[in-house]
């Protein structure tokens, strides 16, 4: 069975520091993009961060770019997703999401362009 188990979710104050984690099995991890993706209650689901399948370059959301870092671990299977200097806008549920993005440069933040998602993470961000 295909998983994408997110993990390192918690309650943080602003300012502070989180890592996710993203352990994919059931699939072929090198041969797909695995993005991670937020959801505030009543908003739509955004995505936040990219890492491509075939070099790993990284894409990021404007309101993250320079706070948050995406990696992989093709060798664990895993996505990591760093966040630092959170704050209460960073608030969401977290999911990770793995599929093949073509184009990626203007889909990799579609969810639809995505064939597999994870349980999703809770992160709060206190004031």
């Known amino acids: 069975d295909v998983q994408l188990q997110a993990s390192g979710g918690g309650l943080v104050q602003a300012g502070g520091s989180l890592r996710l984690s993203c352990a994919a099995s059931?699939?072929?991890?090198?041969?797909?993009?695995i993005s991670w993706f937020r959801q505030a209650p009543g908003k739509e689901r955004e995505g936040v961060s990219c890492?491509?399948?075939?070099?790993?370059?990284?894409y990021y959301a404007g309101s993250v770019r320079g706070r948050f870092t995406i990696s992989r671990d093709n060798a664990r299977a895993t996505v990591y997703l760093d966040m630092n200097r959170l704050g209460p806008e960073d608030t969401a549920v977290y999911y990770c999401?793995?599929?093949?993005?073509?184009?990626?440069?203007?889909?990799?933040?579609?969810?639809?362009?995505?064939?597999?998602w994870g349980q999703g993470t809770q992160v709060t961000v206190s004031s």
């Open positions: 890492i491509r399948r075939s070099d790993g370059y990284k």
């Open positions: 999401a793995a599929g093949v993005v073509r184009p990626i440069q203007s889909t990799w933040a579609r969810p639809g362009a995505y064939d597999y």
């Open positions: 059931g699939f072929s991890f090198d041969d797909y993009t």
